[in-house]
């Protein structure tokens, strides 16, 4: 087999599988912002019917992976694997939100970087000729995460304006072998970068090194500047993060201004919506991929 | 790409790679057990020098990386991909444990899958050309699962018989494009059968089902009988999962009896060391890997 690695972390893929559909649900709040109407189903309320947080979002992952299929009108047996992974215990949301579909699983855990680890890998199986259908899905659920990262959601316990917002939200999308795109070109795959932030409120400012190395790694191994791409986007790093990539990818000289944004910043109004810092959470840039990855390209 | 699935769940390897070395620490008790022999480290106590057992399981991870890079005379640089997990929240012993190298990252939760998980994965990537060079790493420990998972130890709750004892261990597996052997010829994805057992002294029943299903299912899509194996071994099912899975395969026509083992039952002498059903955790079947790859299909 030929290697596809091209430079130290990016793989070049000889046929590159096509993102065929998404299927969003999101919460009440993410469904009042300015993405609204890109996202497949607007919930009514944080409970969904369920008893428990835990429980809302595990459907919501389980009726995500239906409505991917329902577009593609496609049965359980036409998947080779689902790959889905989330910010709870044990990842309860994807194994319960899946469990009744008899599809081959892999089980991540990469917290808000699951959606692209899963295209990632969906993308490389794919194109070394293990499958030809791959579902990556993912959620998160802002009282399932402030429960499980922060405090008590009774405690009704200040935000600082540094912190984000978790995204009630969940995606699944169809990777196909064969297809008319949007498709996956390259995969860079990420390096832990643990700078010592400590502050749970402050997670751009924690995960914004990691996107820098990455992002820089990419130029450097595809010998690409940054302006060869119309849109560069990272995940949940919200307004601090982004500022922080704007500022540290300039000091290495890739100036970033015009094609760079940021999911977090992009799914919440947050003058309106009083999110401060931004989005964030896997549901953040797996629900905004609706908008980002589809609608626009395809265009 | 030519596909390389056969059957419904199986890949055949066109270029199998090699298991090329396994680093293994475990803890006192399961130096005390029938493998001592086979793990290239003993601990002395539950801690290590650590404050925390989450450390403790950290710092297992971290030199098991060490150890399995030192034995392949490896640097960082040479490492393609990383791919680990383990059972604590957000898998904090992987993350913590292999952060200061840098090597790109796929974080997985498989549970007490994750070590074959991420072979498997390793496999495939390798197998499409991806990859040379993959280490896939996991960690389990008693004290750390025990207060996750179960009771504080502080408050001594009577463990019943069919309870089993989380392995205190941690293993790293370097596999390669190339080499001598042992080989991954095949990879067979499990999917999540859950017969609703919600007892969690009871995870030999609730497991077994799932690994039935995927033994069958390998059978099956390979048009092998079990007796075409040396060694059918699964991870952690201990004595009442072995039993359960002996007795559902006999239902379906394969007779286990001669050929068919379980981590969980081979890493304790369960009635010496009173560890009941037997082992169980992520480090249960990676470490027991040292002993029933590498030493053994070598000779």
């Known amino acids: 087999m030929a290697n596809k690695k091209i430079g130290k972390q990016t793989i070049k893929l000889s046929s590159p599988p096509t993102i065929s559909s998404v299927y969003s649900?999101?919460?009440?709040?993410?469904?009042?912002g300015?993405?609204?109407?890109?996202?497949?189903?607007?919930?009514?309320?944080?409970?969904?019917?369920?008893?428990t947080w835990e429980k809302t979002e595990s459907k919501m992952v389980k009726e995500c992976v239906a409505g991917c299929l329902g577009k593609e009108k496609l049965s359980n047996e036409d998947v080779d694997y689902l790959l889905s992974g989330d910010l709870i215990n044990q990842c309860v949301p994807s194994s319960f939100g899946i469990r009744e579909r008899q599809i081959p699983y892999f089980g991540l855990f990469g917290a808000c970087s699951t959606f692209v680890e899963g295209l990632s890998l969906g993308a490389m199986l794919i194109d070394g000729g293990m499958a030809d259908n791959i579902i990556c899905s993912t959620s998160s659920h802002f009282c399932s995460a402030e429960k499980q990262f922060r405090f008590p959601l009774e405690l009704g316990t200040q935000r600082p304006p540094s912190s984000q917002w978790t995204v009630t939200g969940s995606a699944a999308a169809l990777l196909k072998s064969s297809g008319n795109g949007p498709f996956i070109t390259h995969v860079t795959t990420g390096k832990i970068i643990?700078?010592?932030?400590?502050?749970?409120?402050?997670?751009?400012?924690?995960?914004?090194?990691?996107?820098?190395?990455?992002?820089?790694?990419?130029?450097?191994?595809?010998?690409?500047?940054?302006?060869?791409?119309?849109?560069?986007?990272?995940?949940?790093?919200?307004?601090?993060?982004?500022?922080?990539?704007?500022e540290l990818m300039e000091s290495r000289g890739f100036h970033l201004k015009n094609n760079y944004n940021d999911c977090g910043c992009l799914i919440f109004d947050s003058k309106k919506q009083d999110t401060h810092a931004g989005g964030s959470g896997c549901g953040c840039c797996a629900t905004t991929f609706s908008r980002i990855s589809l609608s626009s390209i395809k265009k």
Chains 1, 2 share one sequence.
Do not use: C
């Open 25 to 32: 649900i999101v919460g009440k709040k993410e469904g009042e």
């Open 34 to 51: 300015p993405l609204a109407k890109y996202f497949d189903m607007i919930l009514e309320d944080e409970e969904w019917g369920e008893k």
């Open 194 to 246: 643990d700078m010592g932030i400590k502050d749970a409120n402050n997670m751009g400012a924690a995960m914004a090194p990691a996107a820098v190395d990455t992002l820089w790694q990419h130029f450097e191994d595809t010998r690409r500047d940054s302006n060869y791409y119309d849109l560069i986007i990272t995940g949940d790093l919200g307004q601090i993060g982004k500022e922080i990539v704007l």
